[in-house]
């Protein structure tokens, strides 16, 4: 009995692990820890929010001191503290600080339009001088055949290249009786000549010369000095773009003659003028064509 009273305390019997609370001081201590946990996870919540703000505030308005380095001696913008180029984020300009939006530089505005060069083109046929200046004829270029042979030319010296021999059918040949002279002060591999009548001729019916001139926009006149020897003679002119054309014919079945044709065209830059001047009939064993000269102005 004694033992019985000396496992009581109060009143209260023992429990194996230790006095045992009673389930209001229980529930009172859960209610207290659940509240302090409550206000730590609101402090940290608070905390986190706060620096969320902060940083956000910080990346949209650029402080004094920001905008002074920006322009001041230092790396390059956008690199770090290394000067190594730091990632740049999406959707945000490098060369200005915030989120400011991209500025696009002003797009060119469009050149005017150069008007259509309207072809021109008119031939006309005179009687050739007895005297022709190349130097004066041709100031923008000149060409004269026959005086060092059948192949090599004399050209204006320094001249602008536009007159081009594009060859045709026939041998030629090289002469020294034209009835007319012709001088120059300009010229190359011959730089002056006081009155040569030499020329170049080709024999044979459908024999000719075939010349080119290029265009440049502007309008050119070009004076070509030509003739023939018991034959009929056919000029035709074009362009190369297309557009009026002329065709002109000079005839002696009996002895020779010369002409001065005068052209006058304007095409676009890059265009040519063509010129054949071909044996169309001949009268004799050797009725032929013949060129001397031709200038460009």
């Known amino acids: 009995m004694a033992?019985?009273?000396?496992?009581?305390?109060?009143?209260?019997?023992?429990?194996?692990?230790?006095?045992?609370?009673?389930?209001?001081?229980?529930?009172?201590?859960?209610?207290?820890?659940?509240?302090?946990?409550?206000?730590?996870?609101?402090?940290?919540?608070?905390?986190?929010?706060?620096?969320?703000?902060?940083?956000?505030?910080?990346?949209?308005?650029?402080?004094?001191?920001?905008?002074?380095?920006?322009?001041?001696?230092?790396?390059?913008?956008?690199?770090?503290?290394?000067?190594?180029?730091?990632?740049?984020?999406?959707?945000?300009?490098a060369a200005s600080p915030g989120l400011r939006p991209r500025q696009r530089p002003p797009s060119p505005s469009p050149s005017p339009s150069r008007p259509a060069v309207e072809p021109v083109l008119t031939v006309t046929q005179a009687d050739v001088p007895a005297r022709v200046d190349l130097s004066a004829a041709g100031p923008v270029d000149w060409v004269h055949w026959g005086l060092l042979g059948a192949d090599q030319p004399v050209r204006k010296r320094n001249g602008s290249g536009a007159i081009r021999d594009e060859g045709g059918r026939g041998q030629r040949e090289s002469y020294s009786n034209n009835p007319e002279e012709y001088t120059w002060r300009d010229g190359a591999p011959v730089g002056s000549a006081s009155g040569t009548t030499s020329g170049l001729y080709t024999c044979g019916r459908g024999s000719g010369f075939a010349l080119a001139v290029t265009a440049d926009g502007e309008a050119r006149t070009v004076r070509l000095f030509a003739g023939l020897w018991m034959a009929r003679?056919?000029?035709?002119?074009?362009?190369?773009?297309?557009?009026?054309?002329?065709?002109?014919?000079?005839?002696?079945?009996?002895?020779?003659?010369?002409?001065?044709?005068?052209?006058?065209?304007?095409?676009?830059?890059?265009?040519?003028?063509?010129?054949?001047?071909?044996?169309?009939?001949?009268?004799?064993?050797?009725?032929?064509?013949?060129?001397?000269?031709?200038?460009?102005?």
């Open 3 to 93: 033992e019985e009273d000396r496992t009581r305390v109060g009143g209260r019997a023992s429990s194996p692990y230790g006095y045992r609370q009673p389930r209001s001081a229980l529930r009172r201590i859960a209610r207290a820890r659940r509240r302090r946990r409550w206000i730590v996870e609101g402090l940290a919540a608070f905390a986190c929010l706060a620096a969320v703000v902060a940083y956000l505030g910080t990346e949209q308005h650029a402080g004094p001191g920001q905008e002074e380095r920006a322009v001041g001696p230092g790396p390059a913008p956008g690199a770090g503290r290394s000067g190594v180029p730091s990632p740049q984020r999406p959707g945000v300009d």
């Open 233 to 297: 003679g056919r000029l035709d002119v074009r362009l190369s773009t297309g557009g009026p054309t002329s065709t002109l014919r000079m005839e002696d079945p009996h002895t020779q003659h010369t002409a001065e044709f005068t052209v006058r065209f304007r095409a676009p830059r890059g265009a040519k003028l063509l010129v054949n001047w071909t044996v169309e009939e001949s009268f004799g064993d050797c009725g032929n064509v013949s060129v001397q000269a031709v200038g460009l102005r």
